[in-house]
């Protein structure tokens, strides 16, 4: 039986009086493409940042790849790749210095972080930009060589936290490609995203988190038919709706309730 | 378009914007350093206010003086002070300050009148302003008191006078503006702004050495300089008030006209950048030009040094190629060497007492700790430059002990550099240093450089600060850490100057390093423990660490 990938129990993050994140049990089984959804300020972030070292849970366990995250914390960092809300970047390096500088963090050779940072340079289209200093990248430069800088080591896991923000359409393609290369040779990525299409396209598998908690966890099918039942059971879904195949728009809209607000009408605008 | 039934009203937008000033500033004081930000600007206000009200006075009774004295004339004597003051004061200040973001109030459907106002009332609202209109006021009242008659005229040509700063003022700011919206001139703007600061510190050697033979060069210059000064503003300005105090109501009139000619030419420079900004420029730095995308390039290979890991070669690497691209760190480099040549000058002037005079084989223990103080900026808050950068050395496998050990090597590297400099700087400038000077000083820092990289370790990880190296005002390290950094440098230089004199006076200088090398043991062992503390510490602070720098 295969080692899942990633493991919370009971995952819970205070700040204060405020509940961050509450009893969150995600199980995420190597090779899924795992999307992680929920509104603003559902507590996606601060998970992802106790996921990945950024952040101290209060409470809870966290395994990755059968590694107790507390206990094996370095172990767990060299296997996963993370691209966080901040990105992470030194901005007094050039484009090429950093990967260089990132693989040789991640315990790469001198001549395998460079050889890996001109490849990646250049399959991100940065590779004219190389000797240019990271701070005057353009936003989706920057987010294009945190992805780059997240990869270079060959990570198990990949966590991106909103990857896609700021990257233009060509960029976009040529990185969902290569996570879906990632993919087919069995890595696994977490992803948030609050750009739905993209999650129903790549992710087989979704987990839905509202004010702390998480309140779905399956693949999309699964989500489907919860959803289906839940509104065959209630009579505030309309019978031709419930019948269309339901979008992960629709899913998520459903779970966190936000239907009426999307449905409220501004009478005054246009 | 329901329900907007007329055109946006300029008052109603001026109202508005001042409103939401308004609110930011009564929502700052919900945090603490809000309310403490609160209680330094009643400070600075008071003091702005006690100043501008005595200026007032002084520069009142200086008009009154010149007036009742039939010397009008040299009412620019008080005039060029103000006038100096008004431009540039907020320059300077600009470099300490973030300038206002006019891209901001564009989004609004402002016209360009409503704009221009917006602007200038914001330029009328700073200290400048304040002050030198106050003073203004105060020459105005010495000359009403010294001769009421002249009061309506020197009123309209004060008021002139004022409106013609107050517009050149925001001439040079929107200019400034301009070239302090890209990073490479803002350093650049902070290095002259840095050098400029330093070169205040040569004033009093220079005076001290060249003051008594320079009387007669300075009436030469002053002779020279007049007839430059009446064709500027305030000279303007001062001859339009003594033209008509002694009745000649044509070159008054002349002059007061010519003060309009500037205001003309100013306001048409000014509104070059200003209808600019409305038009919506972009400043960013974001890439001008797209060049087409080159094959693979050959990356370099990282450093390698031996003895040391990947990682922490990585991390030395990292912080040099940091340092030696910051302007203002750079510029530290050679600040030992610059107060080396100031002490050298004071020296170079007969005059007994001074310090490095008395006792010149100290001028390289003293460039040495000189040295050693600059780099307390970089050791006390050793993430603060690193930014957003944190989150990759909290996600990353290497071991907080590592990335620390590289600054630190990094920081070590910095002052052997220094420190070389410096020995080399008190060569030229006094003579070598003897050989157990050298020794003394090399074993006095090898005890004072363990200390303070240990606490520096320590309180980088308590209570980091993020800074740019590229723009002054944002290098300071946090109230504790300044304070802490305080104490230990009175104690590791009062140790070690107590143990140096002490070698001295009983001229065996030789005990000095014998001393400092037991001292250095302990605090190596000081350092290994903290070092080892280090993990630990920065796995408990990855919160604070994050929300401070990644601001």
């Known amino acids: 039986m295969d080692v899942p990938a990633i493991v919370t129990e009971g995952l819970t993050r205070r700040f204060g009086e405020l509940v961050a994140v509450q009893d969150v049990n995600l199980r995420v089984a190597a090779g899924q493409f795992f999307g992680f959804l929920g509104p603003n300020g559902a507590g996606k972030s601060t998970t992802i940042k106790m996921l990945t070292g950024l952040l101290a849970a209060t409470s809870g366990q966290i395994q990755v790849l059968g590694l107790d995250f507390a206990e094996q914390m370095v172990e767990v960092k060299r296997q996963i790749g993370v691209v966080p809300e901040g990105m992470g970047l030194f901005g007094r390096l050039t484009g090429s210095e950093y990967l260089n500088f990132v693989g040789r963090m991640y315990g790469l050779d001198r001549e395998t972080a460079a050889k890996r940072a001109a490849e990646l340079l250049d399959f991100m289209q940065l590779a004219d930009q190389q000797k240019k200093l990271v701070t005057d990248y353009s936003h989706g430069m920057q987010k294009k060589l945190a992805l780059a800088a997240a990869v270079i080591h060959g990570p198990k896991i990949l966590f991106l936290d909103e990857p896609f923000e700021g990257v233009d359409a060509i960029a976009a393609g040529t990185v969902k490609a290569m996570l879906q290369r990632m993919i087919a040779r069995g890595a696994t990525i977490f992803l948030t995203s609050h750009v739905l299409e993209i999650v129903e396209r790549l992710c087989s598998h979704v987990a839905i988190i509202h004010r702390g908690r998480l309140v779905a966890q399956g693949s999309l099918e699964e989500l489907r038919a919860g959803v289906e039942a839940q509104a065959a059971s209630g009579s505030e879904i309309q019978e031709p709706q419930a019948a269309e195949k339901l979008t992960l728009e629709e899913i998520f809209l459903r779970t966190v309730g936000g239907q009426k607000s999307a449905e409220q009408e501004l009478s005054w605008l246009g | ?551």
């Not at chain 2, 009062?494 to 005990?511: F, N, P, S």
Request: charged share 15%.
């Open chain 2, 1 to 551: 378009m329901a329900g907007l039934t007329s055109r946006p009203q300029a008052r109603a937008q001026l109202a508005a914007i001042a409103r939401v000033r308004w609110l930011v500033f009564v929502h700052s004081l919900r945090t603490s350093r809000g309310a403490l930000e609160l209680f330094s600007r009643i400070v600075i206000g008071s003091a702005i206010t006690v100043g501008g009200l005595g200026g007032a006075v002084g520069w009142g009774a200086g008009a009154w003086y010149f007036v009742s004295h039939g010397e009008s004339e040299w009412l620019a004597l008080l005039l060029w002070p103000i006038f100096a003051f008004w431009q540039f004061f907020p320059v300077m200040a600009s470099a300490f300050t973030e300038t206002l973001d006019s891209s901001n109030l564009l989004r609004f459907p402002l016209n360009y009148r409503a704009y221009v106002v917006l602007r200038l009332i914001y330029g009328a609202l700073d200290p400048a302003t304040v002050l030198g209109g106050l003073w203004l006021l105060g020459i105005l009242i010495g000359i009403a008191i010294a001769n009421a008659r002249l009061f309506s005229w020197a009123a309209l040509v004060l008021l002139a006078f004022g409106l013609l700063n107050l517009l050149l003022t925001q001439m040079i700011f929107a200019w400034v503006e301009r070239w302090l919206a890209q990073r490479r001139t803002r350093e650049i703007f902070a290095v002259l702004f840095f050098l400029g600061i330093i070169s205040f510190q040569l004033l009093g050697p220079m005076l001290s050495r060249y003051g008594p033979r320079s009387t007669p060069a300075l009436h030469k210059l002053g002779a020279e300089v007049s007839p430059v000064q009446r064709a500027l503003p305030p000279g303007i300005a001062a001859n339009a008030i003594a033209a008509m105090a002694a009745g000649q109501v044509g070159k008054a009139a002349a002059s007061l006209g010519l003060l309009g000619v500037f205001g003309i030419v100013i306001v048409r420079v000014l509104s070059i950048r200003l209808r600019a900004q409305y038009r919506g420029e972009n400043l960013s730095e974001a890439p001008k030009t797209q060049s087409t995308r080159k094959a693979t390039e050959q990356v370099k290979l990282g450093w390698s040094v031996p003895g040391l890991s990947g990682p922490v070669t990585a991390v030395l690497e990292k912080e040099l190629r940091y340092l030696s691209r910051s302007g203002p760190m750079l510029l530290t480099l050679i600040t030992p060497i610059i107060m080396l040549l100031i002490f050298g000058l004071g020296q170079a002037r007969s005059a007994p007492g001074g310090f490095l005079q008395r006792s010149p084989d100290l001028g390289f223990p003293v460039g040495a700790s000189y040295s050693l103080l600059l780099l307390t900026n970089l050791v006390y808050n050793n993430f603060g430059a690193d930014g957003g950068g944190i989150q990759f050395f909290l996600a990353s496998p290497v071991r907080f002990r590592s990335v620390v050990l590289g600054k630190n090597l990094a920081h070590v590297t910095v002052l052997a550099l220094e420190m070389t400099v410096v020995w080399i700087g008190v060569s030229v400038l006094f003579h070598p240093p003897t050989f157990a000077i050298t020794v003394a000083t090399l074993s006095g820092v090898l005890f004072a450089v363990p200390v303070n990289l240990a606490v520096g370790n320590l309180l980088s990880l308590r209570s980091p600060k993020r800074i740019e190296f590229g723009t002054f005002g944002r290098q300071r390290a946090s109230q504790l850490t300044v304070l802490v950094s305080f104490g230990v440098q009175i104690a590791v230089f009062g140790l070690a100057a107590t143990t140096l004199a002490l070698a001295r006076h009983y001229r065996e200088v030789w005990l000095a390093p014998v001393a400092f090398l037991l001292l250095a043991v302990f605090s190596f062992a000081g350092y290994e423990l903290a070092l080892r503390r280090v993990d630990r510490l920065a796995l408990g602070n990855r919160e604070t660490l994050s929300s401070e720098l990644c601001r």
